[in-house]
């Protein structure tokens, strides 16, 4: 399938997990990738490595985001996809009675802020075309509650999930779709070192997966081009969970 031939995404987070595997996907289909990741390495990578831009931005920073589509826009002419996915989940992110608020904000200003301010620069492109889609990352946490809490982490994915609600009802007319991708827990190196420190903690999630595994980035990356492409044209203002059945186990199998 070409279902990206001609249509120019930009990707946060894109130098790793979710975000790399989903460059890799979009470009197979077709698509013109733009690499966005403040690790100059790694984005450099995934631009050479789907034949796209690679363009280095702390997307909490917001005249940088709006130079980073700015840039899109004067290269290419057009933005179709944005796929807001750069987040962190660090250790000191924990429960709300031992995370501090310096710990709250930085999650909030990267995996809250981050999104409005890609969303809202994204938007005058997509809407002076009169077509694109935005897909921003949840989670699954933003819909289920968990006692291993994060709780910046949470709550900023359950911002996510309401902004994207609102900007699909918001923008539907325009001919722009937003949604948001919830994955249950993805098999990328921000969840292995986040486990690796704590593995009984990893275990105490891994048993609600009904599959008893974590997903794959691949997997994932599948989701996205799916809710990007036209082949969801009705698709806006959704949750897309992707977690694996957790969020309807009662039971898990043995």
């Not at 980073?68 to 996809?81: H, I, L, T």
Request: charged fraction near 20%.
């Amino acid at each position: 399938m070409q279902r990206y031939e001609g249509r120019v995404a930009v990707i946060t987070g894109a130098g790793s997990g979710i975000g790399k595997a989903t460059a890799l996907r979009l470009a197979s289909e077709g698509g013109t990738v733009v690499a966005v990741d403040l690790d100059r390495d790694a984005g450099e990578a995934v631009a050479k490595e789907t034949g796209g831009l690679y363009i280095a931005a702390d997307v909490t920073d917001e005249e940088a985001v709006k130079a980073a589509f700015a840039e899109v826009k004067e290269v290419y002419g057009r933005v179709d996809v944005a796929f807001n996915n750069a987040g962190i989940s660090p250790p000191d992110d924990d429960s709300i009675l031992d995370t501090g608020i310096e710990a709250w904000r930085k999650v909030q200003e990267v995996n809250l802020t981050s999104v409005y301010l890609c969303c809202k620069y994204a938007l005058p492109y997509m809407r002076e075309q009169g077509k694109g889609a935005i897909v921003n990352t949840a989670s699954f946490v933003a819909t289920m509650g968990a006692a291993t809490s994060q709780i910046s982490y949470t709550a900023s994915k359950g911002g996510v999930l309401a902004m994207s609600r609102e900007l699909g009802v918001q923008f539907a007319r325009d001919g722009v779709r937003v949604n948001a991708l919830s994955p249950g827990p993805v098999n990328t190196p921000l969840l292995k070192e986040l486990f690796a420190k704590d593995p009984e903690r990893a275990q105490r999630r891994l048993v609600h997966v009904p599959f008893g595994r974590f997903a794959e980035p691949e997997e994932i990356a599948s989701a996205v081009a799916f809710l990007a492409s036209d082949d969801a044209s009705f698709i806006t203002a959704s949750n897309f969970l992707v977690d694996g059945g957790i969020s309807g186990a009662y039971v898990t199998p043995l």
